[in-house]
DNA sequence: TCCTTTGCTTTCATTATGCAAGTAAATTGA
DNA sequence: TCAATTTACTTGCATAATGAAAGCAAAGGA
């Protein structure tokens, strides 16, 4: 998708990184739905296809943001984490939600959501990295 | 690109709007640069080719993010400028450009400028707003 | 020892991207 | 007044990315 850096605009270096329409998504699901494996990540509603979804796991690992590692208690399986890295987007993907709530008619996030995720950004992330196991600070 | 709706997750929403690797570059050149018309998006130092710019500014003025009109000094040109929805967008790109200063050892933006962003969005937000005729509420 | 589960890879058709060249309307200069 | 230039594209074509479907391989279970 992104090779190469196309000049040294952090808004581009963002857009190497992230900037595709499953990237994001994948996040979303580990860090807002808990999801861990491959099948979990096909079962979401927009239907990533299995090559797409290898391909991005691949990228997304490559770049630092997921780590993957067997699963001890099926092997068969592979657990995927996000990294501090992948942490820090949770301020770019809140806004992106916020903003979508303002303009999308139909979306699918409800007031009471929005209003959690406006008036208390800072409880929220606190509130995800404690699932992964960090502390407030770092 | 994204021709019709994934699912009705509001990230979802927003990457079909603006998930792509040129969109957002066109809406810094024109929210933060100052950009007005066709030729100047050209020069930007990412080198996006003419094809794909007609396409990013046809999309992104069909989505309600830009409007078009002729330059009544010029009528050759066209002067294009965000609409309200466009400058709600700014809170994204500074989380993203905020991410990606913390993660690329090489980029171009200076610290004092990290720090500005960081520190006082709110008055980033009313200054850049106030450039094309927006005074504090909306 | 099969059968199933899990996580992919491969194949191939369709779509998007990107470079280069071409087009057309408005403007300027001779 | 008309030829050159500016500005904003469009078109053609090659290459790359996406997506649907099928296939494959290792691990686990019956």
Chains 1, 2 share one sequence.
């Not at 942490?87 to 303009?103: F, K």
């Not at 009471?112 to 770092?138: M, P, Q, S």
Request: glycine content about 8%.
């Amino acid at each position: 998708m992104a090779p190469q850096r196309r000049s040294d605009c952090p808004l581009a270096f963002a857009l190497d990184a992230i900037g595709d329409r499953w990237s994001l998504l994948v996040l979303r699901d580990i860090l807002l739905h808990g999801k861990r494996h491959y099948e979990e990540f096909l079962e979401s509603g927009e239907g990533i296809s299995t090559n797409i979804l290898a391909d991005r796991l691949k990228r997304l690992a490559r770049q630092g943001l997921l780590s993957k590692e067997r699963d001890a208690d099926n092997r068969r399986r592979y657990i995927y984490r996000p990294t501090e890295k992948a942490l820090d987007l949770l301020p770019v993907i809140v806004e992106m939600v916020l903003w979508s709530a303002r303009y999308d008619p139909d979306t699918g996030v409800t007031p009471d959501v929005v209003e959690r995720l406006r008036d208390d950004r800072a409880g929220f992330f606190v509130e995800v990295r404690r699932r992964f196991g960090r502390g407030e600070g770092a």
